[in-house]
Every structure is written in C-alpha cells, then in structure tokens.
C-alpha cells in the first residue's frame, strides 16, 4: 500500500505540471477535419449544420469559442464555405495536419522570445480552422491562429476565390509562416490595448513583425513587407500625410479593398520599428521600449517616433503642420 501511494505521489504532479505547461493546441484542426469528412457524406443542408456543430463546434477548445466571437464565425458561415470552396479545402488540408511538426521549433521560438524579453507573460496559442476572415487575433492570453489561412501557400487550388485578395497572401507564403505568425500574435498578448491614431495603429502592428523577425532570426517575406520594401519612398510619403489621422482603413485590414497594396501599415510599423531598434544604444531596453509602448497615449507615441529617426526632423514639422490645418 505504502509503494501506491508513493507512485501516486509521483505520478499525479507530473501529470498536472505537465497540463499546466500545455501552450500549443491543435484539437481544434482535428475536429474540424472529422466534421468535413462526415459532411460529405450528406445532401442535407440541415444535417451539415448539425455535423458542424456536433463534431467541431461543440467540441471546441475556448481558444475556438474566443476566434468565433472576435470574427464572428458561425455554423452556416463554416457550411457554406464548405459547399462553395471543395477544391481549396482539400488541397489545404494537408498544410494545416503539419502544424504539429512545428510545435517543438514554436516552443524554441518562445524560449527564445524569453530570452530577447525576460518579462515575458505566458500565453496560449490556439490553432483553430476559421472561416478565411483572420489568419490570426488575440483575445486576453490566447493566440488564435486561423490555420486554413497560416498554412495556406502556392500549393493551394485558389480557382475557386472571387477575388485575388487571398490568393495574392497565400503565393507569399511557406510553411514557416506559421511559426512568425505565431510569435507575431504573440507579441500582441504583451502589449497595451488602444490606439488614439494611425500612426500608433500601425507601429502596434508593425512592431510584432519586428519582434517575430528578431525571435525567428529570418527575414520576414509576407505580400506586405516585400511591396513595402519596393516601394519604400512612395509609401513613406503617403503614411506621412495620415500620421496623425484616424484613416485606418487606409492601412490596416484592407486585404479585401486594396490588393498588393492592402496592410502596408504593417511594413510600415515594422520599419520604424526597425529604425528605432537600429539607432538605439541598447538592444535589450529598445524591445522593452517597442512592447510596452502606450499606444493610445498620442505623445508617448510621437516620441517613439521621433526618436526612430525614420523621418526627418522638418518631415516630421511639415506633418504636424499639416495635421493642424
């Protein structure tokens, strides 16, 4: 009696450290697959809504429960879709069953994320099939990554989009997107909430695709970066003249209106970012500096600005001039 009770003392601490440790889940991207399968095997519109529910929704982690709420996923959305895209959804489907092989180089990225941001908060991170609205979001300490969306790439049958929007991000693309994307939502679960303006909007964005650059120590390719970077001056330009607005849709989650254009605010973040890390005498303090920036406090952010030295001094003048009129 006395050796159970010693390897139940052993055992059962084990087992609840090791369900405290879980950050990464990927039930969701099973469950959803079951769901497809057996939808298959129906006409009934009624009994796919059923399926749907039963299989995915209903079994559905709280990191799924929390991406439905902020997209506003629902079971006819996820039918529909279904039924409208068969030749995407199956020639995706292998891309999404290999997020499991990149969980460990995800936990290397994160312990190197810890290492680049000592004060770093824990996190989930939740893989999900959305409904081809958000590759990834947050909500509290979740990440919620879209892997219908991540893990899409050139081998994708896309001849059933209506629009090129899509398509364009998923040529741009490579199964190792998942893993910056992944520490790129990541950083959002560190930073403050709310902005006042676009040019905080945009540094918010933008600065997580720096830090997810610093942690996964490659150059970051996505349809945003490479156009920003071929057009450097004339976006430059352009974002001087709504720094100080509310204009947001000119720069953020636009994929839908602009094209090759749309989510330059990324690049544009990104790249003062950049500038700021580059002339900033200590690394370690300019991450601090980039996580925890206040982005709804509109001086706190132009400081940031100002010391990123991405514009000049008598740009930066003619802007706040021109903000004023």
């Known amino acids: 009696m006395k050796k159970i009770i010693l390897a139940l003392m052993v055992v059962v601490p084990l087992t609840l450290v090791s369900q405290e440790n879980k950050k990464i889940f990927t039930s969701d991207i099973d469950n959803f697959w079951k769901a497809y399968d057996r939808i298959q095997t129906?006409?009934?519109y009624a009994e796919k809504i059923n399926i749907?529910?039963?299989l995915y929704i209903d079994k559905g982690t709280k990191g799924l429960k929390a991406f439905m709420k902020a997209r506003n996923y629902t079971d006819t959305l996820w039918v529909s879709?279904?039924?409208k895209l068969p030749k995407y959804w199956n020639s995706v489907r292998p891309n999404t069953l290999k997020i499991r092989e990149k969980e460990q180089e995800m936990k290397?990225?994160?312990d190197r994320f810890k290492e680049l941001y000592p004060e770093l908060k824990?996190?989930?991170m939740y893989f999900t099939i959305g409904g081809l609205r958000s590759g990834g979001t947050t909500?509290?300490?979740m990440v919620l990554i879209g892997a219908e969306i991540a893990t899409a790439d050139t081998s994708v049958d896309v001849s059933e989009f209506t629009n090129d929007w899509l398509p364009k991000v998923f040529a741009k693309q490579s199964n190792d997107n998942i893993v910056s994307l992944n520490i790129h939502e990541y950083v959002h679960t560190q930073q403050k909430n709310g902005t006042k303006n676009v040019l905080g909007a945009c540094i918010r964005e933008g600065s997580c695709d720096f830090i997810s650059e610093l942690t996964v120590e490659k150059t970051l390719n996505s349809q945003y970066l490479i156009y920003g970077r071929e057009h450097l001056k004339?976006?430059?330009?352009q974002f001087r003249l709504d720094l100080f607005s509310s204009r947001y849709k000119n720069w953020l989650y636009n994929g839908g209106q602009l094209g090759e254009k749309s989510d330059l605010g990324y690049f544009i973040g990104y790249e003062i970012c950049h500038s700021y890390y580059k002339n900033a005498k200590n690394k370690s303090t300019a991450i601090k500096d980039i996580i925890n920036l206040d982005y709804s406090n509109e001086e706190e952010v132009l400081t940031f600005l100002i010391n990123s030295k991405f514009y000049s001094v008598k740009e930066l003048k003619d802007a706040v001039r021109n903000s004023k009129k």
């Open 52 to 54: 749907i529910n039963e």
């Open 108 to 110: 290397l990225a994160i």
């Open 42 to 44: 129906t006409k009934e």
């Open 234 to 237: 004339e976006v430059k330009e």
């Open 139 to 141: 909500k509290g300490n």
């Open 81 to 83: 879709l279904i039924e």
């Open 122 to 124: 824990n996190a989930e």
